[in-house]
């Protein structure tokens, strides 16, 4: 656990996370009182790694290779989370304790890893991937040693999962919301798709298409992918050239990111000249992109690290102090910070660290204090309530939100018409 003074920022979080909570029925009792209330052989009957005094958790991101750029603030912000629940007294009279596994960015090491945490390691919750690739390498997995992962990143949607708790947007909440703005805003009419070659690129554009084609009324006049890792990117920017299309609709991910904008900039396609739209940049991607290269285009996301609300205001002050001025906070980067709130919510609501009593109370689950403000866990589907964003990428890297749905929208990862 990392090491503060008492007016630190972390403190000042640490502080107002104790008051909110002052509440709750477990406030006021001391972290052995807690631990006795809750025996151990109550609380943990499927031997899973749970003691008197601790409880063991996973995290499975990419700490190396192409997706390192985007999942690295993932890892932060969920160990920001498990500290901060840790100096509050942990779960249930019990500190977390923290496994790390590098999934190299690579769909087989995802596969193994899990298996790792949830045979050898007994971990009572996991937090983990980014790709879709990655979580479908490890579905099979969680399902089957029956563990309950975390998964923070924006999704296709298409899937539903009693050992998954998705703290990301899906199509319904990203994808649709995003078009429909580009079309009533932006008058868009003609689309070209990009996306780096794996599962939610092209789940996304088949979705993106049929909306485009069948409810806007537009025409989709390019779709091209690429490699994880792909660097050269100027023939594309030629064909985006000789289209010449309203919006060009992007899903490219991870270190691809920065050689995309960048030859996209030396081959004077800006965002003063060129509407952009994407959903798999956020201002950690920016961060390595640049925000000279990304400036005037435009991302749909829940999240940015612009929103003002006191929340948030706290979230980046802490994670500030944590990892330094000059970090920054993208969407999965904050989804991944609620993956453990919500766990300790679910538990503590459960009264039991098992698998299945956990799942069970997921429904509904609330966290108030959610940085991109109030969310709440579905009681059917397992994804959250959440409002929808359209942030335009700016110079020094941020996002000016132009756009927020007005109320919370509901998550639908089977919409009718897109399967």
Not at 30 to 59: I, M, W, Y
Not at 65 to 76: D, K, N, P, V
Not at 169 to 191: F, N, R
Request: aromatic content about 10%.
């Amino acid at each position: 656990m990392s090491n503060f003074n008492d007016d630190s920022p972390f403190s000042a979080q640490r502080r107002r996370i104790l008051q909110a909570l002052a509440a709750s029925p477990l406030a006021g009792m001391s972290t052995l009182a807690l631990a006795q209330q809750f025996p151990t052989a109550k609380v943990n009957t499927t031997k899973l790694a749970v003691t008197d005094t601790e409880v063991t958790v996973g995290q499975l991101h990419s700490a190396t290779g192409t997706m390192a750029l985007s999942e690295t603030g993932s890892i932060q912000a969920e160990q920001l989370a498990i500290d901060q629940i840790n100096a509050m007294g942990g779960v249930l009279g019990r500190k977390i304790k923290v496994i790390k596994e590098d999934g190299a960015s690579d769909w087989p090491t995802f596969a193994e890893k899990s298996k790792k945490l949830l045979i050898n390691d007994r971990c009572a919750s996991v937090y983990g991937c980014w790709t879709s690739a990655s979580r479908k390498a490890v579905l099979p997995i969680f399902e089957k040693e029956n563990g309950l992962l975390y998964y923070p990143t924006m999704y296709e949607g298409l899937e539903q999962s009693k050992n998954v708790i998705y703290t990301g947007q899906e199509a319904v909440q990203q994808i649709l919301w995003g078009l429909d703005w580009s079309k009533s805003e932006k008058k868009a009419k003609t689309y070209f798709l990009i996306g780096s070659d794996y599962i939610w690129p092209r789940t996304s554009h088949k979705i993106a298409r049929k909306h485009i084609e069948n409810k806007l009324g537009g025409k989709v006049v390019g779709e091209e992918y690429y490699p994880l890792g792909h660097t050269n990117f100027n023939s594309l920017i030629n064909k985006i050239k000789v289209a010449k299309p309203d919006c060009i609709y992007a899903i490219v991910v991870g270190g691809s990111n920065v050689a995309f904008y960048k030859q996209m900039k030396a081959a004077g396609v800006t965002g003063d000249k060129q509407f952009l739209l994407t959903i798999s940049v956020t201002e950690d991607e920016v961060l390595g992109i640049g925000g000279e290269n990304f400036q005037g285009f435009y991302s749909t996301c829940k999240y940015f690290q612009s929103i003002d609300n006191p929340n948030n205001a706290k979230f980046i002050a802490a994670f500030k102090a944590k990892y330094g001025p000059s970090s920054v906070i993208g969407d999965v980067t904050q989804n991944a910070y609620l993956g453990p709130w919500l766990w300790k919510a679910a538990v503590e609501k459960a009264g039991s660290f098992d698998v299945d009593k956990v799942s069970a109370a997921c429904g509904g689950i609330e966290f108030k204090d959610a940085p991109e403000g109030y969310v709440r866990i579905h009681n059917t589907n397992r994804h959250l309530w959440s409002k929808a964003r359209i942030g335009m990428g700016q110079k020094d890297g941020q996002f000016k939100v132009v756009a927020v749905s007005p109320e919370l929208i509901e998550p639908d990862p089977f919409p009718k018409g897109y399967q």
